[in-house]
């Protein structure tokens, strides 16, 4: 056996060039009993899975159709898959599957046995079938499809009596997955946080119907899991045959597994216990679809006798990156203390850039990606997904390709945005009821749907506001304020789109009307004001309204081609969460900013968990990047001053650690398992500003510095929201020029700084 260990581990290094370390070849030799294998971002995971899996085969002599491969997603499974048939090509193939498959599998058999009809309902769903969910009448709704959203969309409808937003749609369906893969009972249901009215009740009746509102049984995807972990637990001969089919499994990004995934995979390896669960609790970031990170944390009560390893060699990126990420994710308190280590040489530091505005972000990026060759290697990477449309924007604007990695069309249809552009219509022609019939309840004419109904009947061609004012019976206030939307929409007419938003928002009375809505509906006021945002953004430089309505109809068609752009050269748009698995030279973080990551609720004391999440959501983002990590911050947006994120705080602590521990455990920095405070230990890692500046040594004055090439020697150089370097306050941004002062703002606050002080000696340089 000796021999042939040694052989096969020979054979992987000299035909594979797959030369494994010591904890990675202990794990593929620890094939029998429960194996916890703890494996720190980019330390070759994939690698040493498909290697255990060799081993097993080759020199353990187990059948390829014994061995099970769990994963959490399609795309690992086939990845691992394609990497499996590389490496061993002679092999028979081993069974690579997600645990919704597995579960599936199981489903299908238990409904053949007792003779089960039963339907998915879950799926893609085509839009104009979509669509149709708003037909009226008994007979119509019986031609839909039997669809989940559809469903869901119908008993919305009959419930709160009003159309379900696609927002409230989305976190509806997360309400429900959350549910089934948590097992919470029916009885628990209504303690669950979600926005969405009547929430517990739409799930009670979306659960009978399923049963009782077709000739088969409905089932959707969370059912599938539920439904194997139920039958599982009851029928023992089914359960036994599962049970004997594998006599190895191994389950990867284990992290993101369920309660009712684990429960699954804990039966299916009762008999034998050959488990290796493959997984990262500091990678641990969809709670809010009903993950499980305490199962990780548990293992040993579940199992214990089994052995836990920690792959900590991180083989992607720098000793720059390395370092700070593992010193920043020990801020978490749940978690098993490890520490990831390189052996890779440093290379730039960790930039942090502070921006005066949100504005300059989507062109600080273009500015700086149009300097890089290779796109395929840069990623932008944030937290909201509806920050890639403004950067979606600004680089097709400046010719610059992109991915998205997760594109989500939702933006384009939301009801924010059909909105403004009904207002637009409006401007054109004020005759259509149909225009005003949308947006009546959102502008200053407080007009009821009681005087919409009257105006309706009132068929003479005219316009809406004079019908209204001639014959529609109104109170007393609304005689003027109709009479004057009537002027602002008249002045509207053959505006720019830009100011034509602004006078929506603000004359038309919109975004009060919006904030009312947020307070009775339950809308998150930011948010939507962030679609505002962006639709100013894609205003900007456009002439008439009618090139708004074309650039928003492009940029759609845009953002469908750039889903199918994967593998070209372009840079990738990605969340945090989807980011997971990949790994670029260069990564920029962006929307770092409180109130973002960590969010509003992140923030609330009574969030630990929510905090901790974000936490590991951060340092899945910082782990993604080779060589090349930037942080972008803002000080404003929207006009309202923003605070930069404490995590980044935390990294700026880490670069440039405070000189005592006090210091250190005021700010809750380094905290371990046990609550014992650990001081940064890199005095070689240090943020571009200090590599320029020196780290730690008291700068003399600029006035005996010598003179700097690359100095602003010139007034007209000088302008609100540009980047610039002093000589000895580090980075700042311009934010205004008063007579002979230039106000910047530093770190550490804001200088009024004397311009000709400034020429003369050289103090200021451009970044």
């Known amino acids: 056996m000796k021999q042939v260990t040694e052989q096969f581990f020979n054979r992987c290094k000299s035909e594979l060039g797959v030369s494994l370390n010591h904890v990675q070849e202990k794990a593929v030799r620890q094939t029998d009993g429960p194996l916890l294998l703890l494996a720190s971002p980019g330390s070759g995971k994939t690698t040493t899975i498909i290697m255990r899996i060799g081993y097993l085969i080759e020199v353990k002599r187990v059948k390829p159709s014994r061995i099970k491969a769990v994963t959490f997603s399609r795309a690992s499974a086939n990845d691992m898959k394609e990497r499996f048939k590389r490496f061993f090509p002679h092999m028979e193939p081993v069974d690579f599957s997600t645990i919704h498959s597995l579960a599936f599998e199981v489903m299908r058999e238990h409904f053949w046995k007792k003779g089960i009809a039963y339907q998915i309902i879950e799926g893609e769903l085509e839009a104009e079938e979509e669509e149709t969910e708003g037909v009226e009448g008994t007979a119509a709704r019986d031609q839909l499809p039997l669809h989940k959203k559809i469903i869901l969309r119908n008993l919305f409808r009959s419930i709160v009596s009003e159309n379900i937003t696609d927002d409230?749609?989305?976190?509806?369906?997360?309400?429900?997955?959350?549910?089934?893969?948590?097992?919470?009972?029916?009885?628990?249901?209504?303690?669950?946080?979600?926005?969405?009215?009547?929430?517990?009740?739409?799930?009670?009746?979306?659960?009978?119907?399923?049963?009782?509102?077709?000739?088969?049984?409905?089932?959707?995807?969370?059912?599938?899991?539920?439904?194997?972990?139920?039958?599982?637990?009851?029928?023992?001969?089914?359960?036994?045959?599962?049970?004997?089919?594998?006599?190895?499994?191994?389950?990867?990004?284990?992290?993101?597994?369920?309660?009712?995934?684990?429960?699954?995979?804990?039966?299916?390896?009762?008999?034998?216990?050959?488990?290796?669960?493959?997984?990262?609790?500091?990678?641990?970031?969809?709670?809010?679809?009903?993950?499980?990170?305490?199962?990780?944390?548990?293992?040993?009560?579940?199992?214990?006798?089994a052995v836990t390893l920690f792959m900590e060699q991180n083989y992607r990126s720098s000793s720059n990156i390395v370092d700070v990420s593992n010193q920043f994710i020990k801020r978490n308190k749940n978690r098993y203390d490890?520490?990831?280590?390189?052996?890779?040489?440093?290379?730039?530091?960790?930039?942090?850039?502070?921006?005066?505005?949100?504005?300059?972000?989507?062109?600080?990026?273009?500015?700086?990606?149009?300097?890089?060759?290779?796109?395929?290697?840069?990623?932008?990477?944030?937290?909201?997904?509806?920050?890639?449309?403004?950067?979606?924007?600004?680089?097709?604007?400046?010719?610059?390709?992109?991915?998205?990695?997760?594109?989500?069309?939702?933006?384009f249809s939301h009801w924010v945005v059909e909105d403004i552009l009904n207002f637009m219509r409006m401007t054109y022609t004020d005759r259509r009821v149909d225009i005003l019939e949308r947006i009546h309840l959102k502008f200053n004419g407080y007009i009821s749907k009681q005087q919409m109904a009257a105006l309706r009947h009132i068929q003479n061609g005219e316009s809406v506001f004079d019908n209204l004012l001639q014959f529609v019976p109104l109170q007393n206030y609304q005689v003027k304020l109709i009479a004057d939307s009537k002027d602002t929409f008249q002045q509207m007419n053959g505006m720019p789109p830009l100011p034509a938003i602004r006078v929506i928002r603000g004359r038309l009375g919109y975004e009060k009307a919006l904030e009312k809505m947020c307070e009775r509906l339950g809308f998150r006021k930011e948010y939507l004001l962030g679609i505002l945002n962006t639709l100013e953004e894609i205003a900007v430089g456009l002439e008439t309204m009618e090139d708004f309505a074309n650039r928003l109809n492009y940029l759609e068609t845009l953002l469908k081609k750039a889903k199918h752009r994967k593998g070209q050269n372009v840079v990738t748009f990605s969340t945090f969460h989807s980011a997971k698995g990949l790994e670029f030279e260069r990564v920029y973080m962006i929307d770092l900013v409180n109130g973002i990551i960590p969010s509003s609720d992140d923030l609330k004391a009574d969030s630990e968990e929510l905090l901790e999440e974000s936490v590991r959501l951060f340092y899945v983002g910082m782990t993604r990047a080779k060589k090349h990590l930037e942080m972008v911050v803002y000080n404003n947006r929207d006009g309202k001053e923003t605070s930069e994120s404490q995590f980044v705080t935390d990294v700026r602590n880490i670069l440039n650690p405070p000189e005592d521990d006090e210091s250190m455990a005021a700010v809750g920095k380094g905290s371990t398992t046990n609550g014992a405070v650990r001081k940064p230990a890199f005095s070689n890692v240090r943020s571009e500003r200090d590599s320029r500046t020196g780290s730690g040594v008291k700068l003399e004055r600029a006035a005996k510095l010598p003179p700097n090439p690359n100095a602003i020697r010139s007034k007209m150089e000088l302008t609100s929201g540009k980047a610039v370097l002093h000589r000895s306050f580090g980075e700042g941004t311009i934010v205004k020029i008063e007579a002979d002062r230039v106000f910047v703002r530093f770190d550490k606050g804001e200088k009024a700084l004397s311009i000709d002080a400034c020429l003369e000696m050289g103090l200021l340089e451009p970044i």
């Not at 990606?369 to 290697?377: A, T």
């Open 168 to 305: 409230q749609m989305e976190e509806l369906l997360t309400y429900i997955s959350y549910v089934k893969n948590k097992m919470i009972p029916p009885d628990k249901w209504s303690l669950v946080k979600v926005d969405v009215p009547e929430a517990s009740r739409i799930l009670q009746e979306y659960e009978s119907f399923k049963r009782t509102g077709h000739s088969k049984l409905l089932v959707d995807f969370d059912d599938m899991l539920t439904i194997a972990n139920d039958v599982m637990e009851r029928d023992h001969g089914l359960l036994r045959k599962y049970q004997q089919r594998f006599d190895y499994v191994l389950t990867d990004e284990s992290q993101d597994t369920s309660v009712v995934q684990h429960a699954i995979i804990e039966k299916l390896v009762q008999r034998h216990r050959n488990l290796c669960v493959v997984a990262d609790d500091d990678q641990s970031i969809y709670s809010w679809r009903g993950a499980e990170p305490s199962y990780l944390l548990n293992f040993k009560q579940v199992y214990p006798n």
């Open 338 to 411: 490890k520490n990831m280590f390189t052996k890779n040489p440093s290379s730039r530091p960790i930039k942090i850039r502070s921006l005066s505005d949100y504005i300059y972000q989507a062109k600080y990026l273009v500015k700086e990606i149009q300097k890089v060759e290779n796109l395929s290697e840069v990623a932008v990477l944030y937290r909201n997904n509806s920050a890639s449309i403004a950067l979606m924007n600004e680089f097709d604007r400046a010719g610059i390709p992109f991915y998205m990695k997760d594109a989500d069309n939702r933006f």
